[in-house]
């Protein structure tokens, strides 16, 4: 026997032979039926109350699946979520316009959310003849809602294991349970972050200490708009008739009354008889005095007159007198009353609440939903459905209470396997009612262990879990950025590097820099590994294939050395002239070092006093000495008069060896003095100062000191030379510099100072002896370009250095920065490749037009790239989280930063 039938009769046990012999007696019933028999039916119906008996029952119905309808699942590995603030980002909204989607195409929905060997794994699956359609519907409704998450469709061999557990973990379910009732959202609770499934995602172990396996699945049946509107229609019908009964108004009156009264009347008359002749003025004397006397007299005047013509002898006077009185009183009463009937009131408050919630389902999505929990013990269903209700249940529950179910049945558990919902046999029926019919007052949805909810209401029950568990990912990625590149009329200078990404979705445009816009310089910044070299060689292959020439200057390890020599294999197999074999050919100058795995390297030689030039073009060797002198100063420890005394010794050096040294303008020689012969000079000059020979004895000590510091080893071998390697190699073809073998970072930057002073030299050679090179630099054409990695180890930010150590760092810093700002003009482009932006020179950030910044991990590194980008704050809260090979780029020709994904170039790799 049901509850409800318990509750109508108040007992548990109806006796229903002993009320049968009672009636064959003419006996009453044991029991009679209540007189108010509606209102437990409509709560019976309303509320649902017949679910409170599933727990006990047992006669459930296997419910296959269809033959001709398979499941295909789609597995969520990470799912979108804002940068900074988790509830930035309304992932619940977005995931009801996926419901809805799929409420539109009238799609089956299973969402499986499995605990498996401690790790959580979430998956959507749907249902259909056409599985691969449905499943391709299915991830578009969830890519464009929820831009950024990441799915896998579980359809090939590659995904069988995957596939496999799943079913074995719901197959080998022993015991199952439901919730029920219409879910509601907490008021103060802003976006459902509480109202999540992170409880049951995050897991749980059982009394044994090892993580509990269990599965939620949730399967939702869409209805048709005719199925809502019908039960609409049958719930108003029902609110109608429930409304009569809702409140009455009846009144009762009284009245009573009471009246006396009294009559008075007199009478009199006189007759006599004459001739006619002699009566006549008299009788019509007294009738008029009768008539003004009584108006009742009236009437008998014309009979007085006629009867006196016709005997011509008789007359007759009357007269009469009435008098009449009347008193009464009266009393009437009356009384209203209303009375309410409170249930029916609240039955008709559920059925607006239900036509509410039906009408919502109209616009957004209608379904009958099934919440099902599989487990391994009776203990952990009855933990999760208890987790499950406190999600559930919110502000608007009464409406139908959220229960929970345990099975005992067999069969309830086959038909969750088979993605069924659980259908109902009518509990108070003495029959099976067949599932073509229908018992329940509003249709055959309400039939089953599940709820009839709107797409809102599904989203709670399917409320994607928030915080990272093992096994689901989140990726803060939900950041917009711009989606167009600068505009350029130049079709033909552009370089594709990536297509754009949008909140984590790559679009189909693409990013373009225009090659002559390096002119302007560039930084590309990045952690180690997130794809830095790939922009760079990209950026580079558009370089070459316009034929300007490329100077990599890499300080540490020899990526570029192996990139140049795969290069140089590829040019000789290409079929093309040797000259311009010889054009692409890379040159590779690795101080220290000969020979690299095989391939021969070129000599690097930088003679200090021999200016940069090109062919034929006169030099300054006064200026070169100058800048020289500086350059050794600031490098090397001095103090008190030695860097006066090297400068005297210098410029007497080479005045004693080229004849017009002093000379604004002179011819290249054919080679150059050497820097050991200054040593010499200087001593010479200490002599004829007239020290004492203490202190010229010191001096000359420590002059010799420092000349032999720059003149051995392998700082020897590039300095102390006669003639510098060609320039119109090192700065008009392809060249890659690598000073990995040279470990002091001093004698680094002093090598790297030489090279940055002599390119400067023979770009403003260039610009001003080569007419056709100076059109095309004052055109903004971009004539050279100069790539340094790891731009740290050259171009760090120099540090406070004690008085007469020297700083090498601080000459490079100075001399860079002067260059970046002057050399654009020349032609020369620069750009700059680093890990660690904070460590660079503060004009590397500034004055450099192209910023690439790739995942930086460092919260200083970000904040500096952030302001350089002109980034918002959910934007610079993208950069720690970016993926290798994507990049936030932004340059002078772009309207706001776009988000990048690098393509490979697919050249030599």
């Not at 049945?409 to 993605?419: G, M, Q, R």
Request: hydrophobic content about 35%.
């Amino acid at each position: 026997m049901s509850s409800f039938i318990k509750r109508l009769f108040g007992k548990d046990v109806f006796d229903a032979q002993g009320n049968i012999d009672k009636l064959k007696k003419g006996q009453r019933p044991i029991y009679e039926l209540p007189l108010d028999l509606a209102n437990p039916l409509i709560d019976y119906m309303l509320e649902r109350t017949y679910l409170e008996d599933v727990s006990d029952r047992d006669d459930f119905n296997v419910e296959l699946m269809p033959v001709s309808e398979n499941v295909g699942w789609l597995k969520l590995d990470r799912l979108p979520v804002s940068p900074l603030r988790i509830d930035e980002y309304d992932l619940l909204s977005r995931w009801q316009g996926v419901l809805s989607s799929l409420h539109a195409w009238q799609q089956k929905l299973i969402f499986l959310l499995q605990r498996r060997n401690g790790e959580t794994h979430l998956y959507i699956g749907v249902q259909g003849t056409d599985i691969k359609e449905c499943m391709k519907k299915c991830k578009c409704a969830l890519v464009s809602s929820m831009p950024g998450i990441d799915l896998q469709q579980l359809d090939g061999e590659q995904n069988l294991k995957e596939l496999l557990s799943i079913n074995n973990q719901i197959t080998n379910s022993r015991c199952g349970g439901a919730v029920t009732g219409i879910p509601s959202f907490r008021k103060n609770t802003q976006f459902g972050v509480l109202q999540t499934l992170d409880k049951l995602a995050f897991g749980f172990k059982n009394t044994n200490g090892v993580d509990a396996n269990y599965s939620l699945v949730i399967i939702a049946e869409p209805l048709s708009d005719q199925q809502i509107t019908d039960t609409i229609y049958k719930f108003q019908q029902l609110g109608s008739e429930i409304h009569t009964e809702v409140a009455h108004h009846v009144t009762e009156s009284s009245s009573h009354s009471y009246s006396e009264g009294s009559y008075t009347g007199i009478n009199s008359g006189v007759g006599f008889g004459l001739g006619q002749g002699n009566l006549g003025p008299l009788t019509n004397m007294v009738a008029g005095a009768l008539l003004s006397a009584n108006p009742a007299a009236l009437a008998a005047k014309n009979t007085i007159g006629a009867f006196m013509h016709a005997m011509g002898f008789q007359g007759n006077i009357g007269f009469s007198r009435s008098l009449s009185t009347s008193n009464g009183v009266s009393y009437s009463q009356s009384v209203a009353k209303d009375y309410l009937n409170k249930f029916a009131q609240y039955s008709e408050m559920l059925t607006d609440k239900h036509c509410e919630r039906l009408r919502s389902g109209r616009d957004i999505g209608f379904w009958n939903a099934g919440v099902y929990i599989l487990a391994d013990s009776q203990d952990n269903v009855d933990l999760l459905t208890g987790m499950l209700r406190s999600v559930y249940s919110g502000d608007y529950t009464r409406v139908e209470p959220i229960r929970t179910h345990l099975f005992k049945s067999d069969s309830a558990l086959e038909t969750i396997k088979n993605f069924n919902l659980i259908p109902i046999i009518n509990p108070d029926a003495n029959e099976y009612v067949k599932d073509s019919e229908e018992w329940h007052m509003f249709g055959k949805a309400y039939q089953y262990v599940s709820t009839p909810v709107n797409t809102e209401e599904l989203s709670l029950f399917t409320s994607l879990p928030r915080k990272d568990v093992p096994g689901i990912r989140f990726v803060k990625n939900v950041a917009r950025f711009a989606n167009n590149p600068g505009k350029n009329d130049n079709s033909t200078d552009l370089v594709k590097i990536g297509h754009i990404v949008d909140t984590g979705v790559i679009q189909n445009n693409q990013y373009t820099i225009p090659v002559n816009a390096l002119v302007r310089h560039a930084l590309i910044v990045g952690s180690t590994g997130c794809g830095k070299t790939t922009t760079c060689k990209t950026l580079i292959n558009a370089v070459l294939d316009k034929k300007k020439p490329v100077l990599i200057i890499e300080p540490a390890k020899d990526e570029w050395v192996r990139w140049a020599i795969r290069q140089n294999k590829e040019i000789d197999k290409l079929d093309i002239s040797e000259e311009e074999k010889t054009r692409r050919r890379i040159t590779i100058f690795e101080p220290g070092l000969s020979m690299f795995e095989g391939t021969r390297l070129s000599s690097l030689r930088l003679n200090p006093f021999q200016p940069a030039a090109i062919a034929g073009a006169p030099i300054d060797m006064q200026t070169r000495c100058e800048k020289i002198t500086a350059l050794i100063n600031a490098t090397l420890p001095t103090g008190d008069i030695l860097p006066v005394i090297m400068d005297e010794a210098l410029y007497a050096y080479l005045k004693e060896k080229v004849e017009d040294f002093e000379e604004e303008e002179m011819e290249q020689l054919p080679k150059y003095p050497l820097l050991e012969g200054a040593l010499s000079v200087a001593e010479r000059i200490l002599k004829n100062r007239g020290y004492e020979q203490r202190v010229t004895d010191s001096f000359v000590a420590a002059l010799e000191t420092r000349f032999k510091y720059l003149t051995r080893g392998k700082r020897g071998k590039i300095l102390n030379e006669y003639i510098s390697t060609s320039y119109e190699k090192l700065f008009s073809q392809n060249c890659v510099i690598n000073l990995s073998k040279i470990p002091n970072a001093k004698d680094k930057a002093l090598i790297m100072s030489m090279i940055l002073l002599s390119l400067y030299e023979y770009r403003t050679s260039a610009y001003s002896y080569d007419e056709c090179y100076r059109k095309k630099a004052q055109a903004n054409e971009l004539m050279h370009l100069t790539v340094i990695e790891e731009a740290h180890n050259v171009l760090s930010r120099p540090g406070p250095a004690a008085e007469g150590t020297g700083n090498p760092q601080q000459v490079v810093a100075d001399l860079f920065s002067d260059m970046l700002s002057e050399i654009r003009s020349l032609g020369e482009g620069f750009m700059i490749i680093d890990q660690v932006p904070t460590k660079l020179i503060p004009d590397v950030i500034k004055n450099t037009n192209y910023k690439i910044c790739h995942r930086l991990a460092a919260i200083d590194d970000c904040a500096v790239m952030a302001q350089s980008l002109a980034l918002r704050d959910d934007q610079k809260g993208i950069i720690p989280t970016l993926e290798q090979g994507n990049a936030i780029i932004a340059g002078d020709m772009d309207d706001a930063a776009s988000w990048v994904k690098i393509t490979k170039p697919s050249i030599n790799l």
